[in-house]
């Protein structure tokens, strides 16, 4: 008998319905969006735009994607959760026996760096020890390691981990995600047990519905933009 994790795909599409995907394809252009105004209209010069960027935008992918569980999606839970090191949250959705985090990657043929996050979600069963070693050398108590604690998660014998997967043409202010993919990791992170979900190809017409309701403020904030840069070149040069 075949286990849900030899079918992960099945099993989110069957634990994350249609509207919830495409909220997760249409949330993901939001926050493309809004970091950018945000950033541009910060005051920095734009070369320091360039740098706030990223972290912006990390930071409200994960609060756009936890205030999905008070959007009325039946069965949507998301808890904000510390990394291993206790330096950073990341936002966990959950949804049926699917649990789902999301990374930026340079290319959509990359995976995510390795964490040991990750590792515990996907079911590394060499996390445990290497987070035994890193409480101990950093004194971190038992009722501060995440992964005794995450009792609300599914059973990791139950549990199928997908990651969503988004980022840019090319590095710099894209107002737009170049693509948005739902993939399905094996244990070491080191590959996919199954066909990501491209969810640009499955709705288009979020795409497109996107893609015209920014069209204006996204001319706004480019022309924005290059009149910073002149700006500054124009004092460079003097």
């Known amino acids: 008998m075949r286990t849900i994790l030899n079918e992960p795909r099945k099993q989110f599409n069957k634990d994350c319905s249609e509207e919830l995907q495409e909220e997760l394809l249409r949330l993901t252009y939001t926050c493309y969006d809004e970091s950018l105004t945000e950033v541009s209209e910060s005051g920095y010069e734009n070369e320091q735009i ?3 960027y990223p972290l912006v935008r990390k930071v409200r992918m994960d609060a756009l994607l936890y205030r999905l569980c008070f959007r009325g999606f039946p069965g949507v839970t998301a808890r904000l959760q510390y990394n291993i090191g206790h330096n950073c949250h990341h936002t966990v959705l959950i949804s049926g026996n699917t649990i789902l985090t999301t ?4 290319n959509e043929e990359n995976l995510p760096r390795i964490a040991m996050f990750r590792g515990f979600y ?3 069963p060499n996390v445990f020890e290497i987070v035994d070693q890193y409480q101990a050398a950093f004194g971190i108590s038992d009722d501060e ?5 995450l009792d609300y998660l599914p059973l990791p014998g139950e549990r199928n981990y997908a990651i969503l997967l988004h980022g840019q043409v090319v590095k710099g202010l894209d107002r737009s995600p170049a693509f948005v993919k ?23 017409n979020v795409v497109n519905d996107m893609l015209c309701d920014g069209k204006e403020i996204k ?9 910073k840069l002149n ?3 124009q ?3 003097l």
Request: aromatic fraction near 6%; proline fraction near 4%.
């Open 50 to 52: 360039s740098d706030i």
């Open 103 to 106: 990374s930026f990657v340079e």
């Open 122 to 124: 996907a079911g590394d």
């Open 145 to 149: 390691n995440i992964l005794r604690v």
């Open 182 to 204: 739902i993939i399905f990791p094996n244990s070491d992170l080191s590959g996919k047990l199954d066909d990501s979900i491209d969810l640009r190809l499955k709705y288009p």
């Open 219 to 227: 001319d706004n904030i480019k022309d924005n933009i290059k009149i």
């Open 231 to 233: 700006k500054s070149t």
């Open 235 to 237: 004092e460079t040069l």
